[in-house]
């Protein structure tokens, strides 16, 4: 055989290696699990603590779809990859769409075959289930929705584990009692990932990158409609959460509030109080403060990202242009906050500490309502 032909040979064989499945197994194993606890801020929050644990287990995540709710929809699925880029994940640690896990992996490595197909969840679960011994993984919403979206039934059953001696989600735990070559895919019911997000999972929100299309709509849309500097803000105020802020301010005394740390601290010996104010801020001070950063920042455009009230006729009178995206799009809306040249956010909403966090690693200023420090206090104690 001549040595050009040996190769175009080579080239061949190797064609078909690669066709079979572009996508290699990770003999390390795979950790799965469904985002079913709150909305969009919620999951990310958890999202980063998963991203850790998976990461000290060494295994390969499996990222979930992002789970959103809606009342003439219902429960909708997005891929990450269509919010967010794979690759800067993967920067951090090995990670797959659960999209790709699932057509090109599951179906040699995963199969449907009565016994593979198992999911894990804490004793203190199974409480719920019908028998009262299983893993009520697909019981109610979006249990059941969720992992329907994927086609996955488990149909090799539930793995129950004693929530105590593996310490929660311990990695060590976990990889001492759960090795790969006995559990090569771990399934669980819940996020592996504390919520609140402990104060050293934070800085993860770097991987976190917007997708080229989502940026590419952010940006296109402040270059339309803004002139930098511009000041974002996030007006957090639909019946759900005047709802939640009733809790805040009464006889208990609240630091660990949903996102509050971000403002609160997190050193236990020195954490600010929790107001109510700082959960639901009057209109008053809202305006207030946004003459007060607008004027500190020069900015003349002010972006309001909200949930339900932009509150336009109150802003009109400081002479702000103020700037709304058109449409419904919560990751459009973060994507600009996060862009902005400064920010106002509400101390205790997990959709402003997306925001939040981003900025801090990128270094830009962050405010809040009805808190009067500037948030380098967080930064600091971080060090
Ligand atoms: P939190 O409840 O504020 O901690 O944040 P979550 O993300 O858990 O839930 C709030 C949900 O309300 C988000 O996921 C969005 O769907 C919606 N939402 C909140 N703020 C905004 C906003 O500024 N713009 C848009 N479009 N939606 C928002
Ligand atoms: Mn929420």
């Known amino acids: 055989m001549t040595m050009s032909r040996f190769f ?20 390390n194993g795979y950790v799965l699990y469904c ?44 891929s990450y990859s269509s919010w967010f880029d794979m690759d800067e994940l993967n920067k951090y640690h090995r990670a797959i769409p659960m999209e790709t896990f699932m057509k090109e992996l599951a179906p040699i490595h995963w199969p449907d075959d009565g016994k593979s197909r198992k999911v894990y969840c804490p004793d203190g679960a199974t409480k719920r289930s019908d028998d009262g011994k299983s893993c009520p993984a697909k019981i109610g919403n979006p249990f059941g929705p969720f992992w329907d979206h994927s086609n996955i039934e488990f149909t090799g059953g539930s793995e129950v584990f004693d929530y105590g001696k ?82 805040v301010g009464g006889s208990t005394v609240y630091h660990d509030f949903m996102g509050s740390a971000q403002c609160c601290g997190y050193d236990p010996r020195k954490k600010h109080t929790l107001t109510k104010e700082m959960c639901l801020p009057t ?10 950063v607008s004027a500190l920042h020069n900015v003349s455009h002010v972006f309001i990202a909200t949930d339900k009230d932009a509150m336009l006729a109150e802003f009109r009178d400081t002479g702000l ?32 500490s997306f925001a939040v966090r981003d900025r801090e690693v990128k270094g830009l200023p962050n405010y809040f309502w009805a808190f009067e420090e500037e948030h380098p206090k967080i930064a600091h104690e971080e060090l």
Not at 8 to 27: F, I, M, N, P, R
Not at 283 to 292: D, G, L, Q
Not at 337 to 347: L, V, Y
Request: a positive charge.
């Open 8 to 27: 175009v040979l080579v080239l061949l064989v190797l064609d078909c290696v690669v066709a079979s499945s572009d996508v290699e197994w990770d003999a």
């Open 166 to 247: 593996m310490w929660g989600y311990n990695a060590k735990k976990w990889v001492e009692g759960y090795p790969p070559s006995a559990h090569p895919v771990i399934a669980f019911m819940g996020a592996p990932g504390s919520f609140p997000i402990k104060q050293e999972d934070r800085g993860l929100q770097k991987y976190v990158k917007f997708s080229s299309k989502i940026q590419d709509i952010a940006l296109s849309f402040i270059e339309k409609s803004l002139k930098r500097p511009y000041l974002a803000v996030h007006l957090r105020n639909g019946m759900d959460w005047v709802r939640s802020c009733e809790h």
């Open 35 to 78: 985002p079913c606890m709150g909305r969009f801020g919620n999951q990310v929050e958890q999202f980063l603590g998963a991203l850790r644990f998976i990461k000290e287990m060494n295994r390969t995540i499996v990222v979930p779809p992002w789970v959103a709710y809606n009342h003439e929809e219902g429960t909708s699925f997005t």
């Open 321 to 352: 242009e103020l700037v709304k995206y058109p449409s419904n799009y919560p990751v459009v809306d973060m994507a600009i906050m996060t862009m902005a040249d400064a920010f106002i956010g509400n101390c205790v909403s997990t959709f402003t």
């Open 283 to 292: 209109k008053t001070s809202i305006v207030e403060k946004v003459r007060r």
